[in-house]
């Protein structure tokens, strides 16, 4: 297990903001990271995978951050179904499917993150999660041990998973059902392009930042635009004008300059809509009234 001290975040997240890790941790295998994981008991500790939908505090972060590689980063293809580790990348599992003629994929195409981080944020579309093809998935507990959790018992909604946060997961297994190889390159390669074409990918951003609250408000970019915010800007961070419900690094921006953002647009939202955004996004290092002032209970 390697360690490292002040180790800067905003190198590791792809909004490219955020103050250091006091303490960051490799694990290059599951022997590393039960060891690790048992070091840190009692004390909490955070799991960083790629940072994708992740706002770190300029501050930065007390409790140990944990990442996983080498022997924790694989993907591994049977009969009908795909198996990947923890530290894989989601573009490469998805990747892998489609070129192995797996259906039902398409829904993670050109979706960044890496594989644990989309299990515990149930990473996919609005319609499809990364826990609809779970067959199972392994994790660690806070003593090292490891329990493996269904689909059922996971209870997955929205960008959440109903499991204790301090467990990591190390694995999982995934349908992966053979289809038409031809129909499925042409399902990715049109997704590709809807996203590419409607999303931000040539700036740090970390995807959707509100939550869709749904009937009778509709899609959260839409009242982000109603309440005039499209294009606002604080400090070097920027509501985009592709999508309003990205916020995009544009100039060294800060947590705080995101933070800002999010509570004017919130603000605005409120009091000529009356809907409550609340974040899609997760957040490291902040006191609760700042959670609280862009509307997350801590």
Same mark, same amino acid.
């Given at each position: 297990?390697?360690?490292?001290?002040?180790? $800067?975040?905003?190198?590791? #997240?792809?909004?490219?903001?955020? *103050?250091p890790a006091r303490r960051l941790g490799s694990a290059g295998s599951e022997t590393e990271l039960a060891d690790a994981?048992?070091?840190?008991?009692?004390?909490?500790?955070?799991?960083?995978?790629?940072?994708?939908?992740?706002?770190?505090?300029?501050?930065?972060?007390?409790?140990?951050?944990?990442?996983?590689?080498?022997?924790?980063?694989?993907?591994?293809?049977?009969?009908?179904?795909?198996?990947?580790?923890?530290?894989?990348?989601?573009?490469?599992?998805?990747?892998?499917?489609?070129?192995? &003629?797996?259906?039902?994929?398409?829904?993670?195409?050109?979706?960044?993150?890496?594989?644990? *981080?989309?299990?515990?944020?149930?990473? &996919?579309?609005?319609?499809? *999660?990364?826990?609809?093809?779970?067959?199972?998935?392994?994790?660690?507990?806070?003593d090292g041990d490891r329990v493996r959790v269904s689909r059922v018992e996971a209870r997955a909604s929205y960008r959440?998973?109903?499991?204790?946060?301090? %467990?990591?997961?190390?694995?999982?297994?995934?349908?992966?059902?053979? *289809?038409?190889?031809?129909?499925?390159?042409?399902e990715h390669r049109a997704r590709r392009r809807v996203k590419v074409e409607t999303q931000v990918y040539d700036l740090?951003?970390?995807?959707?930042?509100?939550?869709?609250?749904?009937?009778? %408000? &509709?899609?959260?970019?839409?009242?982000?635009?109603?309440?005039?915010? $499209?294009?606002?800007?604080?400090?070097?961070?920027?509501?985009?004008?592709?999508?309003?419900?990205?916020?995009?690094? #544009?100039?060294?921006?800060?947590?705080?300059?995101?933070?800002?953002?999010? $509570?004017?647009?919130?603000?605005? #939202?409120?009091?000529?809509?009356?809907?409550?955004?609340?974040?899609?996004? $997760?957040?490291?290092?902040?006191?609760?009234?700042?959670?609280?002032?862009?509307?997350?209970?801590?």
């Amino acid at each position: 297990m390697r360690w490292g001290r002040d180790v $800067r975040l905003a190198e590791r #997240v792809r909004w490219r903001i955020g *103050g250091p890790a006091r303490r960051l941790g490799s694990a290059g295998s599951e022997t590393e990271l039960a060891d690790a994981l048992r070091e840190l008991v009692p004390a909490e500790h955070l799991t960083l995978g790629w940072g994708a939908n992740l706002l770190v505090a300029d501050r930065g972060v007390d409790p140990a951050v944990l990442v996983l590689e080498d022997e924790l980063d694989w993907i591994r293809l049977g009969d009908a179904w795909i198996e990947a580790g923890a530290g894989a990348g989601l573009p490469s599992l998805v990747g892998e499917a489609r070129r192995a &003629g797996r259906g039902g994929w398409s829904f993670l195409e050109a979706v960044p993150g890496s594989v644990g *981080g989309g299990l515990r944020m149930n990473a &996919g579309s609005a319609e499809t *999660g990364l826990w609809d093809r779970v067959i199972w998935a392994d994790a660690l507990t806070p003593d090292g041990d490891r329990v493996r959790v269904s689909r059922v018992e996971a209870r997955a909604s929205y960008r959440r998973v109903e499991l204790p946060e301090p %467990w990591v997961f190390v694995a999982a297994r995934f349908d992966a059902v053979p *289809g038409d190889l031809a129909e499925i390159e042409a399902e990715h390669r049109a997704r590709r392009r809807v996203k590419v074409e409607t999303q931000v990918y040539d700036l740090p951003t970390c995807g959707s930042v509100w939550k869709n609250p749904g009937p009778p %408000w &509709g899609s959260a970019w839409e009242l982000v635009e109603r309440v005039g915010m $499209r294009g606002a800007r604080v400090g070097g961070a920027v509501i985009t004008e592709k999508h309003a419900n990205f916020i995009a690094n #544009v100039a060294e921006a800060t947590a705080e300059d995101v933070l800002a953002l999010m $509570r004017e647009t919130r603000r605005r #939202v409120v009091e000529q809509t009356g809907a409550r955004l609340e974040p899609e996004i $997760r957040f490291w290092g902040f006191e609760a009234e700042e959670l609280r002032s862009v509307g997350v209970a801590p």
